[in-house]
Every structure is written in C-alpha cells, then in structure tokens.
C-alpha cells in the first residue's frame, strides 16, 4: 500500500507540473517542492541533496535550494575515513525555490544538466533520496524484527511482497539501519538505565512486579533480579523444587543468565524469574538467592538443582540451610562425555553401565558395590576425574536422593530441554535492555505451553488401562501429564507377584517381585492405622507419584479409592486453579511494549482483513482504493495527525530524584567460548583459594 502510494505521489506530481522543472513553475510549500524535483531525479537517475536555505526570523523559508548529490567537492576535513569512492565532483545540476508575496514557492534557478553519468530507471530506487522507509513499513520492520525474524529474513519479505526489489522504495541496509536504531539508542542512553526504567516502568503498571538491581563501587550493574506476579503465585505451589543454571552466557557483558527454573503440574519447565550476575561467585549467588527468597517471603525450597560450582553450593548453605542440594545430572553426563570419552568410545556398553549406577541402586552398598565394580571392569582406577565425582556421590546418587522431593527434575532430558530452550530466545550479544524483552518472549512462550496443557487436560479424555476405581479416580485428580504417568505404573501391576513376609497386627511387610525372572524384589511396609504404604523403592518420595509395588497391595487388597496424602497438590489438576491469571493480574503486553508496537499491529488486523476482501475483483479493487485514499486525506487532517509515539524512549518513566546514573558493565572480551554456554564448572577443578569470589556488591 505505501508502495503505491509513492508512486502514486509521484504520478500526481507529474500530472500537475509535467515531467521537467521550469522556471516560475509554483509549489504549496516547499515539501512539495522538494518530493517534485525529487520524483524528476528519479526519472532522470540522480540523487538529490538538500543545500542552502533562507530562512527568516521566524523560521519561514524564503529561499532553498536542492541540489544534485554530486554537487560540491569534499573539503580535506569532511572526506570521510573510510576509503570509499568520491561522491561529489562538482555537478551543477539544481533547483532553486523561493517564497513568493501570494506564499506559494516559485522555481528561479533550474540547471538540468550534469557533469557525470545517470542511473538508469532500473536502479533508480538504489539512490539515495529515493529510499525512504515510509512510518508505516517501519512499524513492520519492527514489528517483525521483535517476533524474531532476521533482518535479512525480513528484507526478503519485503520484496517479495513489493514483485522485486527494485520495486521497493528501500534496501537491505536502510532496513538494517532502522534495526539498529533502537540498540543504538539503548546503548547511547545508557543500557542499565534503561534497563531500570524499564523496571520502574514495570513496577508502576504491575503492583506484583518484582526486581532488584545489584551494583557494585563503581555503580556499575553488577547483578539483577525480576520476576512478576504469576511466578510468584507458582512459587508458592511449585517452588518445592527448582534448578539454578548458571552456565548459560547471554549479554554483550559476558554477564551470567541465572535463570531460575521450576516443573509445574504438567511436568513443564516453567520460569520463577531470571537474574543476570557478574559471575558465579559465592557472593554473586548468594545475593541472587536472598532476593529470590525475598520475592517470596521468605519460602526455601525443598530441593535445589545446580551444576557442579562450589562457589553455589556455599551460597546454597548459607541462604538456603533446609534445602537438599543436588548436582544436576545432565552436567554430570556431559563432563563424563568430555573426560572418559576414550571409555564411551572403546567400550560400548559403559554408557548403559554408568548409568545403571547412577540411577538403579537403592541401597549405599549396592551402589558402593556397582562403583568398585565399574572401576575395576573399565581399568578405571585413579582416574582423578571420577575420583572427583565419587567425593562428591551424595549429591548426585540416585540412591543419596531417594528420600527427597525432586519432582522429575533429575531426567537430563529435562536439564537437555531447558538448555535448548535458553538458546532459542537468548543470544550471545544481547544488551540489558534486550534481554528483559527476550526473557517476556521466553516467559510467553512458556505461558502457551501450559495454557495448551491445561486445555488438554480440561478436553481430552484420558484412556484406561484397566476398570480398576483407583486408576478412574486418579483421572479427576491428575493433570494429563501426570495421569499418564501414573497410568505407567498400574500397567504394571500384572506382572508383579505381593507375598506376605510378616504381620503384627500394626504393620505388615509384604515382598513385591517381578513373575519374570528380571527385575529386583522390593519391600512394602503397610501401616494399617492409616492404610498408608512405603516401598523401598521410594518413587512416591522422590516423584511424587505411587510406585506399581505400593499399587499392587492396594489393588489386592481391592481399595477402591487412594488415600489422599498420595494425592499431592503440586500435581492435581487444580493446582493453579486458585488465581486465574489471565483474566486478572497479567498485565497486557500492550502497556509494557511500545504501544504504537501495539497499535501498529492492531490497525494491521483491521486493514488486512480489508484488503483479503477488496482485493477480490476489479470492482471491489478499485473502490477500496478510493476509499482508503479519502480516508487517508482524513487522517493527515486529524488534529492528532503527526505527533508520533516516542517508542524508544520510555517517556513516561521519570527522573525521580535518582540523580546516581547507572554506569554500564564494561564489555568484556569473549574468548572465544563456542555458543554461549561456558564450561562447566566440573571442568575447572575447584578452586581452593579462599577469596577467589571477589566481593563486589
Ligand atoms: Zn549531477
Ligand atoms: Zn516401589
């Protein structure tokens, strides 16, 4: 539309004033004049430049000169740095305007010739005064560009949708340049002071926005934490468990993306809010830490994921005393990979072998057993590296975790899930400013995933395995997901066998074994007061869910309902059902983000759903097009018409006596380190060195 609409202009100007300048020819204003010369450059194949103007006290232009580009030569002082060819060779060509007594501009000077070769029409729109990116494009190069599309992925849109880029009234660079506009911008103000207006800005529209900027002597920002309402609600239901990855590099500082991370009741990943830290130091985390806690008055949670820092593991101690510590087992994996990578390639059966004896055991013995064992049947012994792990067992052994909550946390699929998530809207040169946006795009999204998982909850009915009550009770009470898993566990119930072991009339202990030959026995303890089970597998301790074995005794004993204790919260369908936070406390997008992004894109709705039913015959065609033109003559007389959105600066944000200005981090050099993640810290051996953690805050 505003292709044609150029084009139009330019028609409309030469129907009125024919196709050459003239002398004494009359113009409204001197806009017109100018887009009239310009229009003849273009058929003519110059650029044109603005020279001279007279103006008078009041600013009215008497006289104005335009000229061809090449005019003028450069002085020694304006020819610019870098080699580049000469532009400017003395070209005459030009036209010379001035103010009338009856206020209209008239042409007084006109040279048509000039003193190099012209551009053919059809590489006319490569000049400059004919590249223009019209408001209305611009808003869609924005728009398009924040939905995460490259720039040159957008400039092919836009000139497939012009037929050629000869057809459109811009090119790549100029789409580039608008692009960069904004990061400039940022970078000009200051990224961490936009970065904290952006917060204040958030905090007055959002009374459950939450942040806390960290600086250090210099007043740089050296840490930050935010988060709003709606992760704070899932805290309070989800928070048992969480995990703390710091090894995901993002920002143009080489700052720390600390995101800290949770499962909601659909076994989702799901965001309880994101710091930025200068490093991974103790004193980093632990300031991090103490203002997560006080988001959240003040809940621990029960299990914490890391990977293996010591620097972490100190500030868990100290901010987080009640919380059981465990190093995620994807880091584990991955450095195995690095250091045994010999093993893993000449034995094939090691990787099946490791992982046995990180997850099956049940009993220290058993695992003290299969450790030795491995060593032994790989020559392993006084490799340093799993010497290093084996000190550290207790934190990753399955069999040291079975009696705490992890909520399925410890799969790596999941650790592998959140990385790939991290690096599909976290790059490695964001600035301040540009994260915050890219982390609302990454909540969003995860916001999606679980409004489709609660949909699919509400309307999809669940299949059963079997007729048993229990197995149709568990459908009204878990989340799809969950339902699912449990369901896992009833297929299993005909393949083990339950014998009595002993009986006291308080409790009684029951065998659980497999009919097949595979598979270990495990022990129930069965508690008749209250009807409750232990097993010694402890799935229901560790997941959270009821192991087949504890579900075979209660389908033997014919139990038409479970008791409700093995029905958590965390897991139920209703968990979330409290707060309805789409209707109530998400605050619109449109507030937040530009709002002539919003706007934009609003009137992009309306418009194009005009146009799909204009465009479909001649008739139609033609009076749309006439219509759109009056209404747009309407608009431009609209008493609001031309005062434009600020979009980059966030106006309304006031200096609020804050006269300390943030300084920016210093840019670091990045050495090199691949793509954004950092090595782990299993790889650099801890270091010993007390004070190594710089005090910074
Ligand atoms: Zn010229
Ligand atoms: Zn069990």
């Known amino acids: 539309l505003d292709l044609l609409d150029h084009n139009e202009q330019i028609e409309e100007l030469t129907r009125k004033f024919g196709d050459s300048p003239t002398l004494g020819m009359s113009f409204d204003n001197e806009q017109e004049a100018y887009q009239y010369y310009n229009s003849y450059a273009r058929g003519v194949g110059f650029s044109v430049r603005k020279l001279r103007v007279n103006k008078d006290k009041n600013g009215v232009i008497h006289k104005r000169e335009f000229c061809c580009s090449c005019e003028g030569f450069y002085r020694k002082k304006t020819t610019p740095k870098k080699k580049r060819e000469q532009r400017r060779f003395g070209c005459k060509a030009m036209l010379g305007i001035k103010l009338n007594r009856d206020g209209k501009y008239v042409v007084k000077n006109f040279i048509a010739e000039h003193n190099h070769d012209l551009v053919p029409l059809s590489s006319s729109h490569l000049l400059r005064s004919q590249r223009t990116i019209e408001p209305s494009q611009a808003g869609f190069i924005n728009q398009m560009h924040h939905a995460g599309l490259k720039p040159s992925q957008i400039f092919s849109y ?33 990224d961490s002071q936009c970065l904290l207006e952006y917060f204040k800005q958030k905090q007055a529209q959002d009374k459950s926005f939450f942040y806390s900027v960290r600086t250090n002597m210099e007043n740089e ?22 995990c703390f990855d710091t090894t995901f590099k993002t920002n143009n500082y080489n700052m720390v993306c600390a995101p800290i991370i949770g499962l909601n009741n659909h076994g989702q990943t799901i965001l309880f809010g994101c710091g930025l830290l200068d490093g991974e130091s103790t004193d980093a985390c632990e300031w991090l830490f103490k203002v997560f806690l006080q988001a959240n008055e003040g809940k621990e949670p029960k299990t914490i994921f890391t990977d293996q820092a010591q620097s972490i593991a100190a500030a868990i101690i100290e901010v987080f005393p009640n919380c059981h510590h465990r190093l995620c087992l994807w880091h584990i994996y991955q450095n195995a990979a690095k250091n045994l990578g010999h093993v ?10 490791f992982k046995s004896c990180v997850y099956d055991p049940e009993i220290v013995e058993e695992f003290e ?60 040169n964001l600035l301040l400013r540009e994260f915050v946006v890219q982390y609302d795009k990454a909540v969003a999204d995860r916001r999606e995933k679980e409004r489709q998982a609660e949909t699919s909850t509400k309307q ?31 297929k299993k119930l005909l393949g083990l066998r339950l014998k009595l072991q002993s009986d006291d009339g308080l ?29 010694s597998c402890k799935k229901f301790e560790f997941e959270g869910i009821l192991c087949a074995h504890a579900l075979k005794l209660y389908h033997e004993l014919e139990f038409s309902t479970l008791p409700s204790k093995y029905y958590l919260k965390r897991w139920s369908k209703e968990a979330t059902c409290d707060v309805d936070f789409d209707s109530n406390e998400e605050v619109p997008l449109s507030t937040l983000e530009s709002s002539s992004m919003v706007q934009y894109s609003e009137l992009s709705h309306i418009v194009q759903r005009i ?36 979009e980059i600066l966030d106006k309304h944000v006031s200096e609020d006596g804050d006269n300390l200005k943030l300084r920016d981090p210093k840019i670091q050099k990045s050495k090199g380190r691949g793509k954004g993640r950092i090595k782990s810290s299993l790889e650099s051996k801890p270091s010993k060195r007390k004070g190594s953690s710089k005090r910074k805050g």
């Open 158 to 190: 836009m000139t497939t949708e012009a037929g050629g880029p000869q057809h459109l009234n811009f090119i790549q660079a100029d789409c580039n340049n608008l692009i960069m506009r904004k990061r400039i911008e940022f970078q000009k103000r200051g």
């Open 369 to 428: 057993s299969s450790w030795e064992a491995l060593l032994d049947d790989y020559g392993l012994r006084g490799n340093s590296w799993l010497e290093g792990i084996y000190a550290l067992r207790e934190k990753w052994a399955q069999v040291y975790g079975r009696d705490h909550f992890c909520a399925g946390m410890t799969t790596t699929q999941r650790s592998e899930s959140i990385n790939a998530f991290l690096k599909k809207f976290f790059s490695r």
């Open 221 to 242: 920002i050296c840490g930050c934490f935010f988060c709003d309402g709606k992760p704070r609600r899932d805290y309070a239901i989800f928070g048992d468990v969480l």
């Open 460 to 490: 999809k009915w669940r299949n059963l395995s079997s007729n048993w009550n229990v197995e149709i009770e568990a459908t009204t009470k878990y989340t799809s997901k969950l339902f699912y898993c449990f369901q896992d566990e009833c």
């Open 611 to 646: 146009i799909a039913k204009g465009a479909r015959n001649n008739q139609t065609c033609t009076f749309l097009k006439s219509e759109l033109l009056q209404l747009e003559a309407k608009l431009e007389k609209h008493p609001y018409f031309g005062d434009e959105h600020d």
């Open 507 to 535: 409790t009684r202990r029951y065998m659980v074994m497999n009919s097949g030959m595979r598979g270990m026995s495990r022990s129930l303890t069965y508690d008749l007061s209250d009807q409750t089970v232990s097993c």
């Open 344 to 353: 893993f390639s000449e034995f094939q059966a090691f990787a099946k072998d």
